[in-house]
């Protein structure tokens, strides 16, 4: 059958702003001979993720994450529907998704590599288990649990960087349900804001494109700040820093302002910054959410109670078409969705 995919044809460069350019769309032939373990998938939706950035370069600097190779096809989260299969565990019309699903209309997968899902759990929305209900999810809420030392009846405020963005929207009303008394999201536009502090219960939300972050935030945490889930660095998050509380916790989360420099990961900090932590004794550890897999079916198995419940709102920008691929990527590295930017393959 013939089938489209998408390749890297081309890299950014370690100190490059991606383009679409760096990805072409194919058209090629699949052979639906199944082997002993084989399923044939149909793809419903794929996801475009930041630390995808990494792997557009020769070396991705994370032992965990190998690089896209030049004129392969490209993968990363995908969601999709099971046509036929030669494998025990997977039966035809089983909803099935994987962190290596290859960019493709239609391809032939190990079935002992596809995790089986429940559409119950997205109540029919199954894009969700790229964001709210799948790795997305996992990470804001775990992220919170294990780092940021949240406590009912503290009196605490959180601040959110990227949080208009897929971890950021979930991880503030995370916060907000674990007992946060204020709820604070940085973002990249007026529209995000609205969105932010309207449809998700942010107490606030500081534009910083526009507003001067540090005047804002003052004024928005009259108290300080006491947790902040970082998905950003760079300036705004040592401007975020400077307004903590003695003995408050960062959750580092990730740094997408320094994805496009070739800089190790986590990236330094300013001496500033590393004193201001010293001195005012607050944490700053590591959070990566592949070392928590062992709590993730309970977790998802919450996420999917609070977005059915409508404790948690899910917002998503959703591209139709494997052809926008490359687009989509490189418009979510800078900010063009509100929510989990999403893919849609096939109906
Ligand atoms: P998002 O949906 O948040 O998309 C990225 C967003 O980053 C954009 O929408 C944009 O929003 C913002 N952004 C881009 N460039 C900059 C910049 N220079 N300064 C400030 N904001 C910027 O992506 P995800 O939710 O998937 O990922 C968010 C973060 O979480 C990333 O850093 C990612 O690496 C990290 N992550 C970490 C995981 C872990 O296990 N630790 C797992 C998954 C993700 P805006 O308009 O506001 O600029």
Request: glycine share 12%; net charge negative; proline share 3%.
């Amino acid at each position: 059958m013939q089938v489209q995919r998408v390749v890297l044809a081309s890299r950014p460069g370690k100190n490059g702003v991606p383009v679409p350019e760096n990805f072409r769309l194919e058209e090629t032939t699949l052979t639906a001979d199944l082997q002993d373990g084989d399923v044939l998938v149909r793809t419903l939706y794929l996801s475009v993720d930041p630390y995808m950035r990494c792997r557009m370069n020769e070396d991705t600097g994370a032992d965990y994450l190998g690089p896209w190779q030049l004129s392969e096809c490209v993968d990363g989260g995908g969601v999709g529907v099971v046509e036929s299969s030669r494998c025990s565990t997977c039966n035809e019309g089983d909803v099935v998704t994987s962190f290596n699903w290859p960019w493709q209309t239609y391809a032939v997968l190990k079935g002992s590599g596809l995790q089986k899902v429940d559409p119950q759990l997205a109540h029919g929305h199954l894009s969700y288990f790229l964001g709210a209900i799948g790795l997305t999810g996992l990470t804001a809420l775990l992220g919170v649990r294990e780092k940021g030392h949240v406590i009912k009846g503290a009196n605490q405020t959180m601040v959110v960087s990227g949080a208009a963005g897929a971890c950021g929207c979930i991880a503030g009303q995370i916060g907000r349900l674990d007992g946060c008394v204020r709820v604070v999201g940085i973002c990249g536009s007026d529209e995000k804001c609205k969105a932010l502090v309207e449809d998700l219960g942010f107490s606030a939300a500081i534009n910083y494109r526009q507003e001067d972050v540090s005047t804002r935030l003052k004024e928005c945490c009259p108290d300080g700040v006491d947790v902040y889930f970082d998905n950003v660095g760079g300036d705004i998050s040592d401007t975020i820093i400077a307004q903590m509380n003695n003995g408050s916790h960062v959750i580092l989360c990730g740094q997408i302002s320094q994805y496009n420099k070739d800089l190790p990961y986590p990236p330094p900090l300013s001496k500033e910054t590393q004193e201001t932590l010293q001195m005012k004794n607050i944490t700053r550890d590591r959070f990566t959410v592949l070392n928590y897999m062992s709590k993730a079916d309970a977790a998802l198995y919450e996420l999917s109670q609070c977005v059915k419940s409508g404790q948690i709102k899910v917002l998503e920008t959703v591209v139709n078409g494997i052809e926008n691929m490359g687009d989509a990527f490189c418009s979510m590295m800078k900010g063009g969705n509100i929510g989990k930017q999403i893919i849609k393959i096939s109906e």
